[in-house]
């Protein structure tokens, strides 16, 4: 991965009125990656990006919302978003992936995100880290370390 | 999220959903759907093409209508889905589900 070229810091409460701001500065950074149109790449990091954020703030912040930190690099194949907060952690790799043919109604936040992303590291402390990188030419080595 | 319902002939009934639908306007239409099982549509049909984002509450939500129309025997379609929904859609499988 080449080195960033840009890096959009975002810090604010975790409030999910607030997620629409993350979701439009991730699909611009997304947009800046590589060359041409890219419009399957963009949705999927925007989406990933917007199941992370809810798990923050409806999870992470259960009963008030805390401070969340959020970098945006990108680079010239690829993006990275790194989550940060210092709410309730959780263990990546808790949650199995669902089973997609009893057509579950929740529960597949953390599956859409490893799904999307090409590498997912979550690491539990203070803060929880929670980065995702997705290249431009997606490679399946998608790997969860706690 | 803004939603439209039309009722259609022969108890077809057509929700057209535009905007997100996500964590926090899920809240607003479940109620809708709460409503439209209790009078057991002959079909109901999701019209998404206006639909910019959907999140995984928003799933939630869509299943759950699903299962509940089919479950009474009724006819369930989703149309005109694209772009980041889509997406989600293809990933979860339900792209089949509902024939899109």
Do not use: W
Not at chain 1, 55 to 78: F, K, L, M, S
Not at chain 2, 26 to 53: H, N
Not at chain 2, 69 to 87: C, E, I, K, T
Request: glycine share 6%.
């Amino acid at each position: 991965m080449q080195r960033a070229s840009t890096v959009i810091l975002l810090r604010f409460q975790s409030d999910l009125r607030y997620r629409n701001l993350v979701l439009r500065a991730t699909q611009a950074a997304a947009k800046l990656v590589g060359q041409g149109d890219h419009p399957v790449f963009d949705d999927e990091v925007v989406a990933a990006c917007s199941e992370a954020f809810n798990n923050i703030a409806v999870h992470a912040y259960p009963e008030t919302p805390g401070e969340v930190e959020i970098q945006i690099e990108v680079h010239e194949d690829a993006v990275t978003i790194r989550m940060l907060d210092h709410g309730r952690s959780y263990e990546l790799d808790d949650q199995p992936d669902p089973d997609l043919e009893s057509l579950p109604e929740s529960g597949l936040g953390i599956f859409i995100i490893k799904s999307f992303m090409d590498q997912v590291i979550y690491r539990p402390g203070a803060p929880n880290l929670l980065e995702m990188t997705k290249r431009i030419v997606s490679r399946p080595e998608q790997a969860a370390t706690v | 999220m803004k939603y439209t319902l039309i009722d259609g002939e022969n108890g077809a009934v057509t929700v057209r959903i535009e905007g997100q639908l996500d964590a926090i306007t899920v809240s607003d239409i479940r109620p809708l759907f709460d409503q439209l099982t209790e009078r057991r549509p002959r079909m109901v049909t999701l019209d998404l093409s206006a639909l910019r984002l959907i999140d995984s509450s928003g799933v939630g939500a869509i299943v759950s209508l699903f299962k509940r129309v089919r479950s009474d025997n009724g006819d369930f379609h989703v149309r005109g889905a694209s772009g980041q929904p889509l997406a989600i859609f293809k990933l979860l499988r339900l792209d089949r589900v509902f024939s899109l």
